[in-house]
């Protein structure tokens, strides 16, 4: 069963245990524009400890660099080389893995993040937040009209979270996936994500249904795919063995660590709760709990 983080010679044995502390960020740091208590406070006490610090997000919609800046908006310093998100390893599987030419396009269905990550390796890209003409409703009997007006040098499909899906996008995204040379990646599968005390439709939500259409599978770049933890180890030189993944959800965060080889640590500040934990398999237990993030910081002062 995980052990509930709950005093503070627990989190003594885990700072003696763990050099390198991977992060989720939404839901595990801050839940949309709230900042999570002790958050700061934590990470400036791992940092002190000599700990490395990743963070590993399935939130396509932003760029490294945005999410830098985001992470500056609450008052923590963290620089680019330290993100690791799934527009970016979108990208990095694009040009490494399927050696995708650069003079191919890319057709973005998703966010900014996608579009920056993969312009920042090279690649032009058609679709996602550039074409306000997909606003419309689609009229495939319109000779202007996008869909009948597809690019022959487009080489991949990317597909995140879009928060303006709509009919229009998803049936030019089909045409793309229809040609037998189009490569279909997905940066992440979530189901939902929290945001402003609500669940909403993740990422997952717009791959399946590319999925469905196009009767193609995608390959997967965000967590859990071992993929992004390639990358990872790849860019930090990490030991495995010496790192934990703390995150918020069951499916993405502790699946990450435990099909990887690290330990894992849920956070109660996202998606689930103690009932789900007490639901798992043996197997599927992650290695610890906690309430919050901050219980770390919180814990580790009484005594002292």
Request: charged share 20%; hydrophobic share 40%.
């Amino acid at each position: 069963m995980s052990v509930k983080i709950a005093n503070r010679q627990q989190v003594i044995d885990l700072l003696d245990s763990y050099d390198n502390f991977l992060f989720d960020c939404d839901g595990v740091l801050w839940l949309d524009t709230l900042l999570l208590p002790k958050v700061l406070e934590t990470l400036g006490m791992l940092r002190n400890h000599g700990k490395h610090l990743i963070f590993v997000t399935n939130n396509s919609t932003k760029s490294r660099e945005q999410y830098v800046e985001k992470f500056a908006k609450f008052g923590l310093k963290v620089s680019k080389s330290e993100v690791f998100g799934s527009a970016y390893a979108s990208a990095i599987y694009a040009k490494d893995i399927l050696q995708l030419p650069t003079d191919k396009k890319v057709w973005v269905l998703g966010g900014k993040g996608l579009e920056v990550e993969f312009g920042e390796l090279g690649y032009t890209t058609l679709g996602g937040t550039r074409m306000p003409e997909l606003e419309s409703p689609l009229n495939s009997n319109d000779p202007s009209d996008p869909i009948n007006h597809l690019d022959p040098e487009v080489g991949a499909v990317a597909v995140g979270l879009d928060t303006h899906l709509n009919y229009h996008r998803l049936a030019i995204t089909l045409q793309y996936l229809l040609r037998p040379d189009v490569a279909f990646i997905a940066s992440n599968i979530d189901s939902t994500f929290p945001a402003n005390g609500m669940i909403l439709p993740g990422a997952g939500t717009v791959v399946q249904a590319v999925a469905t259409c196009s009767h193609k599978t995608p390959v997967l770049c965000g967590k859990p795919n071992k993929g992004m933890m390639d990358a990872i180890v790849e860019a930090h030189h990490i030991d495995k063995s010496r790192s934990i993944m703390i995150g918020d959800r069951l499916n993405t965060d502790m699946k990450f660590g435990r099909d990887n080889g690290l330990a894992s640590l849920l956070v109660l500040t996202g998606i689930e709760s103690e009932d789900t934990l007490k639901a798992l398999d043996e197997k599927e237990q992650p290695t610890y709990y906690a309430t919050k993030l901050g219980d770390l910081y919180e814990l580790l002062q009484k005594g002292n």
